[in-house]
């Protein structure tokens, strides 16, 4: 059941509008099928969120949520990355590993579990993690107060990701004043002032981090996946990811602008952090998107072998900077967010399947 729903998951080309919405209804089907009420509801319109809650009348609650967007498959593929292809004990396709292995597993978990349990559990899917949670997850988290949230993100059936890094998305503008080429001494040039504001800004990586000591150990424990990611968790990352500037070759230009993707580990907040980018950059600064550094103890009946803290931002954040323990949990390669011939092992599908149910079984709230 678990592979055949997780491949039923992966056909719907959820990268598009349509296809959000019959992948919406297929989850809905599914849990009334299985004997649950379930409702499609859009916070915001075109972004459907399932949710289902058993067991309405107990007071202890824990939210499982994933999500069913994906992003474009990409060129190069060996196969039709929407039609689930299971060889060597894996299932490829797009979404196999973020994650739809991950919300199957969830789906199956809720309609086994939910009415053996002595608290409620409550089943969201949401359809635009992929662009940001506004749409879905920020939401469910100004409705729902669950004591804890689980998300079926990938990390391997044998870790638990506890926290991530701060998002800190800035556009920076510089602006000039325009003359000819030939004669640039008569002008002043937005991009060389942007350059310049750039390569300051890239010192903000040497800013000395204090990692709290509760998480040092899942911080460390990176050092084994990858010692780069390892590197760059104890770290502010910097990222310059689009740039613009210019009219002609012979004209200086009198504009400029570049977005920068900052990254902040858990020690440092969004205010020290922009205080910094004040001190190093000379042009316009304007917030794109930001969120802290966030993480949860892992509550004391739960139990898994080992623990992390991942560099990118999940849907994990609203609800931590909510104040709610949340845990990110769920079968897939860290190698294979977002690649091609993407892929979810079928033993780390059923793995994590187990590991999950006993938690949720043996958990005391």
């Known amino acids: 059941?678990?592979?055949?729903?997780?491949?039923?998951?992966?056909?719907?080309?959820?990268?598009?509008?349509?296809?959000?919405?019959?992948?919406?209804?297929?989850?809905?089907?599914?849990?009334?099928?299985?004997?649950?009420?379930?409702?499609?509801?859009?916070?915001?319109?075109?972004?459907?969120?399932?949710?289902s809650e058993s067991n309405k009348k107990e007071s202890k609650k824990i939210l499982l949520n994933g999500h069913f967007d994906v992003v474009p498959p990409g060129e190069g593929w060996d196969f039709d990355p929407f039609t689930p292809r299971e060889a060597e004990g894996k299932i490829y396709g797009r979404g196999s590993t973020d994650m739809k292995g991950g919300l199957a597993m969830l789906m199956q978990l809720y309609i086994e579990l939910a009415d053996k349990l002595d608290y409620s559990l409550i089943f969201t899917?949401?359809?635009?993690?992929?662009?940001?949670?506004?749409?879905?997850?920020?939401?469910?988290?100004?409705?729902?107060?669950?004591?804890?949230?689980?998300?079926?993100?990938?990390?391997?059936?044998?870790?638990?990701?506890?926290?991530?890094?701060?998002?800190f998305q800035i556009k920076i503008i510089?602006?000039?004043?325009?003359?000819?080429?030939?004669?640039?001494?008569?002008?002043?040039?937005a991009i060389i002032k942007l350059v310049d504001d750039l390569a300051s800004l890239e010192t903000i990586q040497e800013y000395p981090i204090k990692i709290p000591k509760e998480i040092i150990n899942a911080i460390n424990e990176m050092r084994n996946i990858n010692p780069i990611i390892y590197n760059d968790l104890k770290r502010i990352s910097y990222n310059?990811?689009?740039?613009?500037?210019?009219?002609?070759?012979?004209?200086?230009?009198?504009?400029?602008?570049?977005?920068?993707?900052?990254?902040?580990?858990?020690?440092?907040?969004?205010?020290?952090?922009?205080?910094?980018?004040?001190?190093?950059?000379?042009?316009?600064?304007?917030?794109?998107?930001s969120s802290d550094a966030n993480y949860s103890i892992l509550p004391d009946s739960m139990h898994f072998e080992k623990q992390i803290i991942l560099a990118y931002a999940t849907d994990g954040r609203y609800f931590r900077l909510k104040g709610i323990p949340t845990i990110v949990y769920g079968p897939g390669e860290l190698n294979m967010l977002h690649a091609r011939n993407e892929f979810v092992r079928i033993e780390d599908l059923k793995k994590s399947y187990e590991i999950l149910k006993n938690n949720l079984l043996k958990l005391k709230l």
């Open 174 to 189: 510089e602006k000039g004043k325009t003359a000819h080429g030939s004669t640039p001494s008569l002008g002043e040039n």
């Open 240 to 289: 310059p990811g689009r740039i613009n500037g210019g009219i002609k070759v012979n004209v200086v230009p009198d504009y400029a602008e570049a977005e920068v993707d900052i990254r902040i580990p858990p020690g440092i907040s969004i205010d020290e952090v922009k205080q910094l980018i004040s001190e190093l950059v000379e042009g316009e600064v304007q917030v794109i998107n």
């Open 1 to 51: 059941m678990l592979e055949e729903l997780t491949k039923k998951l992966i056909s719907f080309k959820t990268y598009d509008q349509q296809n959000l919405q019959d992948c919406a209804i297929f989850i809905k089907e599914f849990l009334i099928e299985n004997g649950f009420s379930a409702n499609i509801k859009e916070y915001d319109s075109g972004y459907p969120v399932v949710i």
């Open 125 to 167: 899917a949401v359809s635009d993690e992929e662009t940001g949670g506004f749409h879905g997850s920020k939401h469910l988290a100004e409705e729902y107060s669950p004591s804890l949230v689980i998300i079926g993100e990938p990390t391997g059936w044998s870790r638990v990701n506890i926290g991530e890094k701060g998002l």
